[in-house]
Every structure is written in C-alpha cells, then in structure tokens.
C-alpha cells in the first residue's frame, strides 16, 4: 500500500510556473506507475500526464503537452509535474495517483486504472 500526498499548489498569474510535488510513502515506489489528474469545478476529472515505474515512458494530455512535465525520482519516492505558462484553463485541484505494476515500462493514462489517490492541491491561474 502506498500514502500519497500532494505540494506546490498555488495562485499564479497566466504565464507563471508551478512545480506540484507528490510524496509517496513505502518502498516499493519503484514498483508504481503514476499518474496526475486535476479537476476543475463542475467538471469531471481528467488526466493530465502518467510516467511508467521506471521513469522511461511518459504520457500528456493534448492540451498541456510542450507546457507540463512528469518526472519521478524513485530513490526519493517522489512524483513531479512542472507547469510552465499556465493559463486560466488549468486551474483545478491536482491529484496524484499510483498503480502497482509488475512492468516498469507501462504507464496508465485512466483515472480507473489507479488504486491510490493523494488529497489534491489546488492551482488557481488567473488572468
């Protein structure tokens, strides 16, 4: 089992940049694929970005791709998501999620596919 547990959210102005952070507690954080996903209000949840276990494989979403990246660095056990020039659109409350895996080389962009969830931290872009 694994706790996860989300940082770095904030206000920013359109253009800014923010890191989110996910602390995972256990160790076997190499084994877990991981995800993001944000929700905005009044909206469903959607996935942001997912890193395979081994950090190799990476997915985004169309329309943060060439603004966000994942990253991970397992000896810490520790999930990233950079976000340069943000934009209104992308306040939300982001979430972390993690998957254990028996390949280090998959990674899961679906909410479903997950088992454990962080509390979320909320990211307010304005304009």
């Known amino acids: 089992q694994v706790q996860l547990v989300e940082s770095g959210g904030g206000l920013v102005q359109a253009g800014d940049s923010l890191r989110l952070s996910c602390a995972a507690s256990g160790r076997t954080f190499s084994s877990y694929a991981m995800g993001w996903f944000r929700q905005a209000p009044g909206q469903e949840r959607e996935s942001v970005a997912a890193?395979?276990?081994?950090?190799?494989?990476?997915y985004y979403t169309d329309s943060v791709k060439g603004r966000f990246t994942i990253s991970r660095d397992n000896p810490k056990n520790m999930v990233y998501l950079q976000m340069n020039s943000l934009k209104p659109e992308d306040t939300a409350d982001y979430y972390c999620?993690?998957?254990?895996?028996?390949?280090?080389?998959?990674?899961?962009?679906?909410?479903?596919?997950?088992?454990?969830w962080g509390q979320g931290t909320q990211v307010t872009v304005s304009s």
């Open positions: 890193i395979s276990a081994n950090g190799r494989i990476t």
């Open positions: 999620a993690a998957r254990l895996v028996y390949s280090s080389s998959v990674y899961y962009p679906a909410s479903d596919y997950y088992d454990y």
